[in-house]
């Protein structure tokens, strides 16, 4: 739970009618995908006729409070809470999917937090934006030892087979390895580039990394296929995928892996004959 101060009038009659706004926004955007033009026009309808009376009773309790009417509000730091944790969930790549406390930064009982690294903070349970991913990745993560984690990227902003090697030591960037970090990436790359390649079918396999999203060192590795567009321009704007496409390609690359390792022999680590 965040840590607060006394809550003002003005806190309250916030909270009240953001939560209402949460409530209507998550409505609508459910009702959006209703099948069929008459159900979602009767939904729409009854979604107006039940909630608007409340948002406007909610802003006139906001308008209210700068005359010192207050709000009743069952439980006002959960809720700040919550809203912050539903502001992360749907914040795209937006300005303030990076601020700390998105909501409750504006409520002056809040006592100020630090800005937290978005890799730190998905591994310990923490809401983050969907663009961060997620503690346990389409498919399952690949590696996952004492120096990295890899698993496919985040599904609406990468194409299928995307790659994103974590450190999971927290630290910015390459100036900042340690030796068995530093010994480790380059043949972890070369350990998972033709994998990726045969399962994805492309002929090249860009990487991508400039710890802009977060200050915590991480490595894409995105593969181009036949067709898409070279070079940087594909690296803008790469394209997209389903979790389920993710998942297909993690399982052949895991596969590759797995027929990779078996192939070994166990003594000396020299391939078989």
């Given at each position: 739970m965040k840590d607060f101060q006394d809550f003002s009038a003005s806190d309250l009659a916030r909270l009240a009618l953001s939560a209402q706004l949460q409530k209507l926004s998550d409505a609508f955007r459910l009702a959006s995908v209703t099948p069929g033009v008459a159900t979602?026009?009767?939904?729409?309808?009854?979604?107006?006729?039940?909630?608007?009376?409340?948002?406007?009773?909610?802003?006139?309790?906001?308008?209210g409070a700068a005359e010192g009417t207050t709000t009743h509000v069952a439980d006002p730091a959960a809720t700040a809470a919550q809203l912050d944790a539903w502001y992360?969930?749907?914040?795209?790549?937006?300005?303030?999917?990076?601020?700390?406390?998105?909501?409750?930064?504006?409520?002056?009982?809040?006592?100020?937090?630090?800005?937290?690294?978005?890799?730190c903070a998905k591994y310990a349970g923490n809401p983050v934006p969907?663009?961060?991913?997620?503690?346990?990745?389409?498919?399952?993560?690949?590696?996952?030892?004492?120096?990295?984690?890899?698993g496919?990227?985040?599904?609406?902003?990468?194409?299928a087979g995307t790659l994103l090697i974590e450190s999971r030591r927290h630290f910015l960037d390459y100036a900042d390895f340690a030796a068995d970090e530093a010994a480790s990436l380059g043949p972890l790359i070369h350990r998972l580039t033709e994998p990726l390649k045969q399962a994805t079918g492309a002929p090249r396999v860009h990487l991508f990394s400039c710890m802009e999203g977060t200050e915590h060192f991480h490595l894409w590795m995105?593969?181009?296929?036949?067709?898409?567009?070279?070079?940087?321009?594909?690296?803008a704007e790469p394209g997209h995928c389903?979790?389920?496409?993710?998942?297909?390609?993690?399982?052949?690359?895991?596969a590759a892996l797995d027929a990779e390792h078996s192939a070994e022999d166990p003594a000396d680590g020299e391939a078989t004959t």
């Open positions: 979602l026009a009767d939904r729409l309808e009854a979604l107006l006729d039940s909630e608007v009376p409340t948002l406007r009773a909610s802003i006139a309790g906001y308008l992360l969930r749907h914040a795209q790549l937006e300005p303030l999917a990076r601020v700390p406390d998105p909501f409750s930064r504006l409520l002056s009982g809040r006592t100020p937090g630090e800005r937290t690294c978005l890799i969907p663009w961060a991913g997620f503690p346990v990745p389409p498919g399952g993560h690949l590696i996952d030892d004492d120096l990295w984690r890899v496919h990227g985040p599904t609406p902003y990468w194409p995105v593969p181009r296929v036949p067709g898409a567009t070279e070079g940087r321009t594909f690296i389903t979790p389920s496409e993710a998942e297909e390609v993690i399982h052949k690359v895991r």
